[in-house]
């Protein structure tokens, strides 16, 4: 898989966890522990789309 097609997965998961939120949210009864482990997975998707977008530099020479 390249690193383009990784990185448009990933995307893709994170959106459809920000659509899950909002879906969650909304809900009357929000799932506190659901919502929580929903955002944690987010922000780790996030964390390793910024890390795919900018590597380090000793990453980039090669």
Do not use: C, G, N, Y
């Not at 390249?2 to 899950?20: G, T």
Request: hydrophobic residues 35%; charged residues 40%.
């Amino acid at each position: 898989m390249s690193v383009e097609s990784h990185l448009s997965e990933l995307v893709r998961r994170h959106q459809a966890i920000e659509q899950a939120i909002m879906a969650e949210e909304a809900h009357p009864a929000t799932d506190e522990l659901k919502l929580h482990e929903l955002k944690r997975k987010k922000l780790s998707l996030k964390d390793e789309i910024e890390r795919l977008k900018h590597p380090p530099l000793e990453e980039t020479r090669h």
